[in-house]
């Protein structure tokens, strides 16, 4: 393979037919052949385990959730057309797989064109942060989501929340969430709703082209937010009660890849092996939103305030978010003691957003954003913190 680059490395250097497209060689040839260079300035660590291969490890730990994503958006729809019971196995995932890859497709041509565009203009090396991007915003949106609204919403974020910073390690907020808010903003009626996170229409000829009337689409969390002062009895589309199972293992509506706990936790013991994400921000943030739920949950006048720490953890975006997103290394808190402190807050600013106002029912979203911000501050104090330690302990031993 290195062969392959090295015999055409010539045809898109300065000079060459094909010189316009040098960052899109250079791109797959660092993706596909480990480089033995690195940048001209600073020092750095020479290791094979480089920015691609840390994004393709992120990738490889989604597969899971968008496998079972997948499966699900065929459950579902099967489910509401009461078809379910006659319909395979392999049916039913080929046509969540029909639903889900277009979105994954628009995903990567927007956003790797984008970035792919910038970094010829700037003559530079293309930025590998999208491959995981990509990937994360089909699963962070309702099945039913156009794809030219996916299409506006990544081109928006991967200029103004990514490459207005300067690119992959700038950004200030996590890309995917941009998208998702933008598309939560702009176009609130395709984001929430009860019909939203079933598929309502066929899948290239697959399924139903019309769901059957009376049926409601709603989220477990949605189900919460509406019911008044009393914790409902949680129901699937079709009215059939829902167990923690059910939530567990992913048979809820939701959004592609957040429904399945077990798919995002297999993720989880992959990333924390490998290293990749920080296991400090995952537990701590399931600590903050349980105590938050816990404190709620005393209180308990409202239904959202019912909610035990276990209904937050497995039902929504939290699992997800706190997996793959909130231990993205470019915003989260990067030195050890603020990564606890950022996770903590995570966790209890989604309790809190869910619990507060019914308008946002998710909360993990704005949650991640809010801290995302704040990210750089907690770093600073205790970065401060330990200089201010570390002079008192001299002043000792003057």
Known sequence: MKGFFDKYRATFSEGGKLHAFHSLFEGLESFMVVPNKTALRGTHIHDAIDSKRVMTTVVLALIPAMLFGMYNVGYQHYLAINELSTTSFWT???FGLLAVLPKLIVAYIVGLGIEFTVAQWKKEEIHEGFLVTGFLIPLIVPVDTPLWMIAIATAMAVIFAK???????????????ITRAILFFAYPTMMTGDNVFVRTGDSFGLGSGTLVDGFSGATPLGQIATAGDKMPVLHDIVGNPLSMMDAFLGFIPGSIGEVSTLAILLGAIFLIWTGVASWKIMLSG????SLMALLFNSIGTTAAMQITPLTHLLYGGFAFGIVFMATDPVTAARTETGKWIYGFLVGVMCVFIRVLNPGYPEGMM???LLLNVFAPLIDYFVVDANIKRRMKRLKKVQ
């Open 286 to 289: 399931v600590v903050g939103a």
């Open 92 to 94: 039913i995932f080929a």
């Open 366 to 368: 704005l949650a991640i």
């Open 163 to 177: 490459e207005v910073f300067g690119g992959t390690g700038y950004n200030v907020f996590n890309v995917a969430l």
